[in-house]
DNA sequence: ACCTAACCTATAGC
DNA sequence: AGCTATAGGTTAG
């Protein structure tokens, strides 16, 4: 039997679901590409903010653990919290919380929809995480026809794709392009702290909401990212926001997405400016309901060339559409309607793989990669 | 239809 | 210590 881990201060009592390390790792699935918003606050324990509030998970050999932090209210904030903010006139200051507010309300489309404020946290976890879909299933399906998903699998159990909001998703993405894990993560949490509700402090960490479409859509918001260092990125995440709220119905339209079929989904995000085949596909995969979709970038390229050359017999220098789409089939036909799921396994393995601190690993790996001609030429 | 460079910036690697 | 290459890509030609 598991033991309840010890409460934290300002918390909700520990309370857990059954849920086995084979369906679920946490750190393979919070640290492993597929969201920028937890971290692992003390060994073992993943604090982040989900659904407007922040919590802290933790597992044990059958279940998943979990406390909600209070939210600390308006008063509680310090003087110099307030200060500390990005540079804005203070007039303004108060009509950005309230667009915030507006936001999440504004994400009351959803709320409308899913009821996802009036979920017990229980529910919301299980919706977040999917854990009415059997991983181990899949990942018995998946070694059957792969021998290298098999390998793979047997170091990596418990990766799972994650059912995110599709606001968060989509505009975490955008930020991805062309830029490093570390990089990413620090990019969203400016953009949070930034333009998202604040929530709590825990320790010397403040947690804020993921901001509202009309927070990133501001008239100023362009020249704020820029500042904060999202370089091209500052005008694909203002312009995706407007174009969102204009043309796709904001973020209940966005919601919507997860009803129609994959390819329509895709094609209504590859309008957005900044928003190409692969962060479509990502969005399509972990907020949309598209398990099929399979995102490729340069790692899952790395992977195919390296283990699926040979099926593969393509040559080309660079993740063009075609190899894109190419990729992407070939995987569909080798794992099935859940290919997106299983491309998440070996993608986060390779992620580890690179992220080793044993450093040699990593470049004994690079040797590999470069020094063997390529399978494929 | 398909493929190449340029793009912001931080950081690892020489 | 400085410089270059590259990083979970997209876009304009």
Redesign the pocket.
């Known amino acids: 039997m598991d033991s309840r881990p010890a409460p934290l201060p300002r918390a909700t009592p520990w309370r857990s679901l059954p849920c086995p390390r084979a369906e679920l790792r946490l750190d393979l699935v919070l640290s492993?590409?597929?969201t920028f918003r937890w971290s692992e606050t003390n060994p073992g324990y993943w604090t982040g903010v989900l659904a407007g509030r922040v919590w802290t998970l933790t597992q044990s050999e059958e279940h998943l653990w979990y406390t909600l932090h209070e939210e600390e209210k308006e008063e509680d904030r310090r003087e110099e919290d307030i200060l500390s903010e990005p540079p804005l006139k203070k007039g303004r200051r108060h009509q950005q919380l309230d667009t915030s507010r507006a936001g999440l309300s504004g994400h009351s489309g959803r709320e409308q929809i899913r009821g996802v404020d009036g979920l017990e946290p229980s529910q919301i976890l299980r919706d977040y995480f999917q854990l009415h879909i059997s991983l181990a299933a899949l990942y018995q399906g998946w070694s059957y026809t792969d021998a290298h998903f098999r390998n793979v699998a047997v170091k990596f159990p418990g990766v799972r794709v994650l059912r995110q909001d599709p606001v968060e998703c989509l505009f975490s993405f955008i930020c991805?392009?062309?830029?490093?894990?570390?990089?990413?993560t620090?990019m969203i949490q400016h953009l949070c702290q930034a333009f998202g509700r604040r929530l709590c402090q825990l320790d010397t960490k403040t947690y804020h909401a993921f901001p509202s479409l009309q927070a990133m859509a501001g008239a100023d918001a362009e020249a704020r990212l820029?500042e904060l260092?999202?370089?091209?990125?500052a005008r694909?995440v203002s312009e995706s926001a407007r174009a969102v709220l204009k043309t796709l119905g904001g973020a209940a339209g966005l919601q919507h997405l997860r009803t129609v079929p994959y390819e329509q989904a895709r094609h209504a995000l590859?309008t957005?400016?900044?928003?190409?085949?692969?962060?479509?596909d990502?969005v399509c995969l972990m907020a949309l309901d598209k398990a099929e979709a399979v995102?490729v970038?340069?790692?899952i390229w790395q992977v195919a060339k390296r283990y699926y050359g040979q099926e593969l017999g393509m040559g080309?220098?660079?993740?063009?559409?075609?190899?894109h789409r190419e990729i992407g089939n070939f995987f569909r036909s080798l794992w099935g309607p859940y290919a997106g799921w299983a491309q998440a396994v070996l993608?986060c393995a390779d992620?580890r793989k690179?992220e080793s601190p044993d450093?040699d690993a990593?470049?004994q790996c690079a040797k590999l990669t470069k020094g063997s001609p390529s399978i494929l030429t």
């Open positions: 492993g590409g597929q991805t392009s062309n830029n490093h894990l570390s990089r990413i620090n820029r260092g999202f370089g091209y990125r694909f590859c957005l400016p900044g928003v190409g085949a692969k962060v479509a990502c995102p970038d340069t790692h080309a220098r660079s993740v063009t559409e075609r190899v993608f992620l690179y450093s990593k470049s």
